[in-house]
Nanobody, 121 residues
Framework: QVQLMESGGGLVQPGGSLRLSCAAS????????MAWYRQAPGNQRTFVAS???????NSADAIKGRFTIDRDYGKNIIYLQMNNLNPDDTGDYYC???????????????WGQGTQVTVSS
């Protein structure tokens, strides 16, 4: 099993910054791609940014130039640096990871419990 634990959420004023973290733990052989998603109140969960095991990144248009995803491969942690936040960024932020538990087993997707981000004056 793989557990993902997000942290770093909170209340911030418009224009402010937050840095989210997501740590993978448990028994697994390999972590593949990891990503951040978010879910605003009353809306569906949407893609924010991803980082592959190769280091290649992808991000949603809404956050380009403001958010940066990076990864500590040794510690199996990903980060989301969020700058110039606005009220539309409010929501629960979820970490996602593809992980292989044992050799020969397929990669499966895992979700964290989420961390809340509120952007308000």
């Amino acid at each position: 099993q793989v557990q993902l634990m997000e942290s770093g959420g909170g209340l911030v004023q418009p224009g402010g910054s937050l840095r989210l973290s997501c740590a993978a733990s448990g028994k697994f052989r390999s972590i593949g791609g990891m990503a951040w998603y978010r879910q605003a109140p009353g809306n569906q969960r949407t893609f924010v940014a991803s980082i592959a095991s190769s280091g290649a990144t992808n991000s949603a248009d809404a956050i380009k130039g403001r958010f940066t995803i990076d990864r500590d491969y040794g510690k199996n942690i990903i980060y989301l640096q969020m700058n110039n936040l606005n009220p539309d960024d409010t929501g629960d932020y979820y970490c996602y990871a593809d992980a292989q538990e044992r050799v020969g087993r397929p990669y499966l997707g895992y979700w964290g419990q989420g961390t809340q981000v509120t952007v308000s004056s």
